[in-house]
């Protein structure tokens, strides 16, 4: 049976993502939508859909089963904590808080509400680290002990709210916490140690990229970069085993593999370089490696929503979970305190 959900905030995610994915859903039914921006309502309403007069209406309504939360940052825990208060599932856009105290407190107040209460990780759908998390858990390439992922634009921070610090603006919780999070799905090791370097290049109140390094565990790192002034993008995803690198230029395009069958050749012949001749450096032949693309997984974004309802409904676990929720803001917190300290954060990922 559908449950009925709300979702507040009609902007770029709201409209853009949860109503529209809302309308076309096998598990939920759109009710009706808030936002407390007049000019939003009556869009809203101009497509043909119910909009409530105050969060008190949407809270007081006892056909909601749920809401989703798509409003700025710094107004996400007064809303969550509301809405989980007045006995409403909650699926919060991300980042979920603004620190890892106000998320505490949220996952304390839906244990003692009965709710189900995740963050909106729509990322984990993204073929490019669906395809990259495969690689990594299939061995074709070995032991991984180096990834890479970025992400680059070249139209600077958004001149909205994202750029004020008051309202929980930069990169870092706009695109960082999604590429942590998934790496840390990739990488099922314990973080040792963070370091992050924070751009300011177009303003100097929040970052407006970075550049974070991850130590795991046993010696694997990661780094993870969002750039907004990147006139030429790096590769999307560069991953390094022992037995072989995998690639993705775009994330419109597949993985490119190069397997290591053979780790020694007969004879190495020297290649010129501009420096002068070099064994070390000779490119490998096809005796040696295998070359190949790695087939793009299938990906379906309802299927967040569908595990949203599943776990409502005790069929399921929710795909995001508190712990993971608090890890990704607890690494998020350390990267901005290494950022501005300039040092390397030891990490006590037990907590």
């Known amino acids: 049976m559908k449950k009925n959900l709300v979702v507040i905030g009609y902007g770029g995610m709201g409209a853009g993502f949860h109503v529209k994915n809302a309308l076309t859903s096998d598990v939920v039914n759109l009710l009706g939508v808030y936002d407390i921006d007049p000019a939003k309502q009556e869009s809203a309403r101009a497509h043909g859909l119910k909009t409530y007069d105050s969060l008190d209406a949407v809270l007081t309504d006892e056909q909601v089963d749920l809401v989703t939360v798509a409003i700025p940052n710094d ?7 509301r809405a989980l208060k007045a006995g409403k599932h909650v699926l919060c856009e991300k980042p979920v808080a603004m620190n890892s105290d106000e998320l505490d407190r949220m996952i304390r107040t839906a244990k003692e509400a009965g709710c189900i209460f995740s963050v909106h990780q729509n990322r984990r759908w993204d073929v490019d680290y669906l395809a990259m998390k495969a690689i990594y858990e299939s061995g074709k390439i070995g032991e991984v002990f180096d990834i890479e992922s970025r ?6 921070i958004p001149s909205d709210w994202r750029c004020q610090k008051k309202h929980g603006g930069g990169m870092m919780l706009d695109w960082g916490v999604h590429l942590i999070d998934q790496i840390l799905m990739i990488v099922p090791k314990r973080i040792e140690n ?19 390094h ?7 790192r990661a780094m993870i970069e969002v750039g907004t002034c990147n006139f030429i993008a790096m590769p999307r995803f560069y991953m390094r085993g022992k037995k072989g690198s995998a ?14 069958t053979h780790w020694s050749e007969s004879e190495v012949l020297p290649v ?11 490119p490998r032949d096809f005796v040696t490696t295998e070359c190949y693309a790695w087939e793009r997984p299938h990906s379906d974004v309802h299927d967040y ?13 929710q795909f995001v979970t508190h712990a993971q929720m608090m890890r990704v803001m607890r690494v998020m917190e350390a990267a901005l305190a290494s950022g501005e300290q300039n040092k390397v954060i030891a990490f006590d990922d037990t907590l």
């Open 75 to 81: 107004d996400h825990y007064d809303t969550v904590v």
């Open 151 to 156: 992400i680059h634009g070249s139209r600077g």
């Open 194 to 212: 963070i370091y992050c370097k924070l751009d300011h290049v177009t303003t100097a109140e929040v970052d407006d990229g970075f550049q974070l």
């Open 214 to 220: 991850l130590t795991f565990e046993g010696g694997c």
């Open 247 to 260: 690639l993705i230029r775009d994330w419109r395009e597949p993985a490119e593999i190069v397997e290591c």
């Open 272 to 282: 010129q370089t501009a420096a002068g001749l070099t064994k070390t450096m000779a």
């Open 305 to 317: 929503y569908r595990n949203f309802v599943d776990a409502i409904d005790g069929k399921a676990e």
